[in-house]
């Protein structure tokens, strides 16, 4: 008799710790699309460019942003990887924005005039709701993410980078 009273209070533990999982991976994933480039820094040294990404929530629970992986491509060559910090949490059935920067050296800055094509893609790692999802999160057990890519052009004007000789 205390062995099924053991079994079945070890089986309501269980039950209580798993069912909160099937919760996690019903949480929609934020729909993400980048929305514009701009150059925002310049000096003798590169440029930098700050690409805008819009992260829209469709669900009545807010989403913390974590860890952005990503590739920036001008002209179809790979120029810029980064990861970084979004920094955002998305409102429940809302929309946030967030930056991120790409440092180009003045020796490939100085090959880029006028509108230039871009393509940035990459993931951002999301946190979905929840007591046991955080603590999984926090352990590096449950890790939930997201793609986005978008292509577009950003304005660059040549006479502000000089591109350094190398010593």
Known sequence: MQNRLALAACGLIV??????LGGCSS????DLRVIGAEVTDRTD?????????????????????????YTVSL???PIFTGTRSAQATIRRY??????????????QATQLSGTVPYTVSGTV???????????LF?????????GFEGRGVVEVKQASVQAQPTQ
Do not use: C, W
């Not at 926090?138 to 997201?146: F, G, I, Q």
């Open 125 to 135: 790692t999301y946190q979905v709701p929840g007591v046991l999802a955080k603590a």
């Open 75 to 77: 002209h179809g060559k």
């Open 45 to 69: 040294a590169g440029l930098v460019v700050l690409f805008t990404v819009e992260a829209e929530n469709s669900t009545g629970v807010e989403v913390p942003l974590r860890d952005v992986e």
């Open 15 to 20: 039950g209580t710790l798993v069912a909160p």
């Open 94 to 107: 809302g929309v946030q924005d967030f930056q991120l920067p790409a440092a180009i050296p003045a020796a």
């Open 138 to 146: 926090d352990m590096d057990v449950l890790r939930p993410s997201t």
């Open 27 to 30: 949480q929609p994933a934020p």
